[in-house]
């Protein structure tokens, strides 16, 4: 369906915009400014005119794994992303936000892998889909949820495999379609 496309392809985006982030990161150093000389004393990272895009602690100075929260900032300054790490593995909360700073995304990551509660927001700061994970795996009741709020669709997965009852709503609220996966 349209709304999972939709999932998919920002989880991509995210999963890109990471991995371009880390490299930009590493290119860069422990800490940069165009304007100023480096302080390795003042953990983060920053853009060529003095912007930071991202801010927290290391270990320590001579080890560049990331350590407690960290915060990702586009070029106004606006928190991209905040996430917690430990010994350089995500662990703790997740959370992404659009733009200008409504919540796109909120979850629970264990070792670089997302683990418990996740939700997908919309723009419009209402919830477009929630559920567990575990190993990056749906578990159990996932729902979706159309823009106005409303449930869009009920599913239960086991081990990421859809499972057990299955019921899918019009915008409107009326029950469309209920059926069973085994």
Known sequence: DAVKKKVNAEKKGIEKFSAWLANQ???????????????????????????????GKMVS??????????????KTGQVISRRNYVAGKLNGLYENFYYDGTRQFSGMVVNDKSKGETSYYY???????????????????????????????????????LDGKTITYYNSGGKRYEGTYQ
């Open 25 to 55: 990161l590493n290119d860069i150093g422990y800490h940069r400014s165009a304007k100023k000389p480096v302080d390795k004393t003042t953990p983060g990272y920053y853009f060529d005119k003095g912007y930071a895009i991202a801010k």
């Open 123 to 161: 723009e419009n700061g209402l919830i477009q889909s929630k559920g567990t994970l575990d190993d990056e795996k749906k578990l159990n009741e996932y729902i979706k949820y159309f823009s106005n709020g409303n449930i869009k669709e009920i599913e239960n997965y086991k081990n990421g495999i």
């Open 61 to 74: 100075p001579n080890d560049e794994k990331l350590t407690g929260e960290w915060e990702y900032y586009n």
